[in-house]
């Protein structure tokens, strides 16, 4: 299970444990300086089968369940490596699979559980409207066979790095529909094939190693054929994948927080100051004892919410809660760890300030923290809608 108190996954636990113990701090390191994206790590976990791990095995690929991929996840990060660069493999697939026809998941899922094929983004973000998502203004326009695609979006991690890429288009004007969430639709892109001048992919320079970019769509032709499901669904479509994608990035960060805490108590017990460990003193010990609660604690939620996932349950509200509590939870274990190694936090060599770097993340992407809140308020409590 997810907490460590069930033996269920440990298997999944030791396996990932030892694969990436032949990825230690300095490829990591070493990555961030050039901001190259992790290739041999992203091999060694395909190979492994892991990236596989939500994919039938009628398609090939390990038929486990959510929690299995939190593990997974959760494992790599508290080991200090990245999961950032793969997880996106894991949720974006549940909109293929949950929604997909036959004819798509027999075409995509044997290579994408062998390896031979890489779905590693998912492009809903737009530089104009933000979080609100209904206000998209990427087009797909039916023309013949084909969809026309005509947009830009912004943020869309790993374009580069991908063979085919889950985008989110508006085929029904906002205005001719009767709900806002109506009239999108969830395609599956190609981008292997040669796309011209239709689709210019631009990095985007960041605080963090994330091979991010910008991606401009200019009349950009997609078969009918890979329209996923039913034409302007796809707002609800790519909801289900946000579920998986929450719970998925909340596990990340109870990795990182138990990194960051495991870190920050190793050297309290080892650094000696006024001929004493400085974790001797409770000023110090305090604050990694409670971010150490607050991990495990946010953890339970974790497994909570992919649980109900992996029942087929509503967890739209466990989910969103699983990543507020866990992306808290790291951010002030990083804060904790910073403080605990003092000057000696800032050294690159050290790693904790491009983890702090890494976990501060999780705050804003995929959701921020307030819309969590907004989400909570008005969906679990009842409270009137601001917006
Ligand atoms: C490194 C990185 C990688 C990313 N990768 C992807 C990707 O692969 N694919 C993809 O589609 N997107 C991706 N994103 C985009 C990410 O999902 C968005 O940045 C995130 O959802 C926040 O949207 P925004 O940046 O437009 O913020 P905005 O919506 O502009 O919000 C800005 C701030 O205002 C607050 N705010 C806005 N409205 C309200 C309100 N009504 N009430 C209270 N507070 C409010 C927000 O909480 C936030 O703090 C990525 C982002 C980053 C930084």
Sequence with gaps: MFTDYDPGYEQIRSGVGSLCEKFPA??????????????????????????AALIPT?????????????????????????GAACHAQMYIMGTLLR????????QYLPDLAAGKLRLQAFGVS?????????????????????YVITGQKTWISRSEHTDLMLLLARTTPREEVVKPTLGMSVFLVDLREDVGSSVTIRPIETMINHSTTE????????????????????????????NAERVLIAAECVGDARYFVTRASDYANEREVFDRPIGQNQGVQF?????????????????????LFDDDETCGAEANMAKYLASEASWSAADVCMQTFGGFAFSTEYDIERKFRETR???????????????????????????
């Design 287 to 307: 604050p990694i004892a409670d971010a150490h609660m607050k991990t495990e604690a946010a953890a339970l939620m974790v497994e909570k919410a992919a649980t």
């Design 26 to 51: 300095e490829y990591w390191r070493d990555l961030d300086r050039s901001s190259a994206y992790p290739t041999q790590f992203i091999d060694a976990l395909t190979e492994a089968g892991y990236l």
């Design 215 to 242: 991606v401009f769509f200019d009349g950009f032709r997609v078969p009918a054929e890979n329209l996923i499901g039913a034409e302007g669904e796809g707002f609800r479509y790519i909801l289900d994948g946000m």
């Design 58 to 82: 009628e398609y090939g690929g390990a038929g486990l369940d959510l929690k299995a991929a939190c593990v997974i996840l959760e494992t790599i990060q508290r080991a200090g490596c990245n």
């Design 99 to 106: 929604h997909g026809s036959e004819t798509q998941k027999g």
């Design 361 to 387: 993340l999780y705050q804003i992407a995929p959701i921020s923290t307030n819309l969590i809140l907004s989400h909570v308020a008005t969906h679990v409590l009842g409270m009137p809608k601001s917006f």
């Design 126 to 146: 737009e530089p104009t409207c933000g979080t609100d998502t209904t206000r998209i203004q990427t087009t797909a326009v039916r023309d013949g066979d084909d």
